[in-house]
């Protein structure tokens, strides 16, 4: 098995910025993605954005495309997002998770490991 750990979270104004990091240890595949996900109070979980940990492929929910960056590092098996320009709206604890196979999915239910999670708030 996978084990995530995310760090990074904190409170930041609006506009500013944070990088949340994703850390993975144990099991590890030679086909998967990795992603973040985020949910704000009475809320569903919200997919955010993934990545292919070999191909490098990028995929963005609407609403961080343009704002939010998602990247790895195979060396340290840590993926990072970094996010700018953030809106009240971003509020949310931000979830790691991670899938075997070649293609994300939005659907949290589908994703087979997942971190704690990491809380970001951003005050008006």
């Known amino acids: 098995q996978v084990q995530l750990v995310e760090s990074g979270g904190g409170l930041v104004q609006a506009g500013g910025s944070l990088r949340l990091s994703c850390a993975a240890s144990?099991?590890?595949?030679?086909?998967?993605?990795m992603g973040w996900f985020r949910q704000a109070p009475g809320k569903e979980r919200e997919f955010v954005a993934a990545?292919?940990?070999?191909?490098?492929?990028?995929y963005y929910a609407d609403s961080a495309k343009g704002r939010f960056t998602i990247s790895r590092e195979h060396a340290k098996n840590t993926v990072y997002m970094q996010m700018n320009s953030l809106k009240p709206g971003d509020t949310a604890v931000y979830y790691c998770a991670a899938r075997g196979g070649i293609y994300y999915i939005i659907d949290a239910d589908q994703w087979n490991y997942w971190g704690q999670g990491t809380q970001v708030t951003v005050s008006s």
């Open positions: 990545i292919s940990w070999s191909g490098g492929s990028t």
């Open positions: 144990g099991r590890t595949f030679s086909n998967y993605v």
